[in-house]
């Protein structure tokens, strides 16, 4: 039963970052988007302002108005969050390294910067120069949070709306390549993001004036979740014990959104959450954007702290803090048969016609 595998995949997650938690100089590594990127791109509107407003007070690189999902794992691990590679030097990388970069991907996407294999490169060159032991290594966590990008490069570059199932396939076989490298490096506890839900996210929701997410967009998310899940339990089953574990943001970000939707409706003065609080005055604009004369090119919500997106494409603090609530509701409550993020067969042309839409949103 795909539900039970789910379950296998999401159970000892907190139990082993507990347990990681434990022990004395744990260190987290961190591959991926900007998701979880915490300051690897200095040129990106991440270290513009507003961004960085809540915390650190000012821009730090993380694509929100504060934490992001690696800081609320490395809080969980009870380390600061580990320095972004880009800034790393000789005192400050006993908590780990980030080397997510905001914009990119598996393969190549719309932006310039490390894909993932890249990324493991410069972990790898790290090992080769003892930076770090292999017990450092081996009672390390590593977290992956990728592909999300590789999805809009599809739609924007590719057009074949018809390839879209062999793309993913290839897309979630590369991620698997990669997982074994890190694995090879000598990695023992891996954990990957599942998609989030696609179709919620302001930048696409927008053309239901934000009043609802787009579901076959969300399809497209949990036909990756679906293969991924299979693909880490092989992967697993390859290697004999539980290495590879998946965090569920899928459904974690749907019941924050689903939480917040219906507060909404009660008190209309609290925020929509599909609404960005950070957003573009118009098209072609983006938050963080302004003109010669230093006029901003965006908006800002009154409470960013009620939000939960930032911008048109990245959760706020508030957003990533109740994603990160859910992700730990979801083991308490897994016994009583939560987990998910289940597919849904192959996508149909209708499906496909609103995955379309994505390149109509992104131009
Ligand atoms: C950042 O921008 C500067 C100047 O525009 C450029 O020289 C540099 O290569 C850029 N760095 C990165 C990492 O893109
Ligand atoms: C290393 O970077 C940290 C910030 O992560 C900074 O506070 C510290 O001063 C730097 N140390 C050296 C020796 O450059
Ligand atoms: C990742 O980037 C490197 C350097 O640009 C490139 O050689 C490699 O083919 C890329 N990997 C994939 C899977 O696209
Ligand atoms: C609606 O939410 C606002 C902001 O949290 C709060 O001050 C107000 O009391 C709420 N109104 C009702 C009717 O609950
Ligand atoms: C989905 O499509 C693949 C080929 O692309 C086919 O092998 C498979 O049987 C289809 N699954 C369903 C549920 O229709």
Not at 11 to 34: C, N, Q, R, W, Y
Not at 88 to 104: D, R, V
Request: hydrophobic share 35%.
């Amino acid at each position: 039963m795909k539900q039970n595998q789910t379950l296998m995949a999401l159970f000892p997650l907190f139990l082993i970052l507990t347990i990681a938690a434990e022990v004395e100089g744990t260190k987290l590594f961190v591959f991926g988007d900007s998701y979880v990127d915490t300051g690897n791109n200095l040129n990106a509107s991440s270290y513009k302002l507003p961004y960085g407003m809540t915390y650190p007070g000012t821009p730090s690189g993380r694509y929100a108005n504060g934490r992001v999902l690696t800081d609320y794992i490395a809080s969980y691990l009870k380390i600061e969050t580990p320095t972004a590679y880009t800034l790393k030097n000789s005192s400050n990388l006993h908590n780990g390294i980030n080397f997510a970069y905001g914009g990119t991907g598996l393969f190549k996407t719309l932006f310039d910067g490390p894909n993932l294999t890249v990324q493991i490169d410069s972990f790898e060159q790290l090992i080769k120069q003892n930076v770090y032991s292999k017990s450092d290594v081996e009672s390390s966590i590593f977290l992956v949070n990728d592909g999300g990008n590789d999805y809009v490069a599809f739609a924007v570059k590719d057009r074949n709306l018809f390839g879209i199932e062999k793309f993913m396939k290839s897309l979630v076989e590369e991620l698997s390549v990669n997982i074994k490298r890190i694995h090879s490096l000598g990695a023992e506890k891996i954990f990957v993001s599942l998609l989030p839900p696609a179709g919620c996210v302001p930048k696409i929701s927008v053309v239901s004036l934000y009043h609802k997410c787009l579901d076959p967009l969300n399809k497209v998310s949990r036909n990756h979740n679906t293969m991924l899940l299979q693909v880490v339990e092989d992967l697993n089953k390859e290697l004999g014990k539980p290495v590879v574990r998946t965090l569920d943001i899928y459904n974690s970000f749907q019941s924050a959104i689903e939480t917040m939707q219906k507060n909404h409706k009660e008190n209309s003065t609290l925020m929509n959450p599909l609404e960005p609080c950070c957003a573009p005055l118009k098209a072609g604009f983006a938050c963080g954007n302004v003109d010669e004369k230093g006029n901003k090119r965006y908006t800002l919500c009154e409470k960013p702290e009620l939000s939960f997106f930032w911008d048109n494409l990245h959760p706020s603090q508030n957003g990533w803090n109740s994603v990160f609530t859910q992700l730990e509701l979801s083991l308490s409550q897994i016994i009583g048969g939560g987990g998910g993020g289940g597919g849904g067969g192959n996508l149909t042309i209708m499906e496909l016609y609103y995955f379309s839409i994505l390149i109509l949103v992104r131009c």
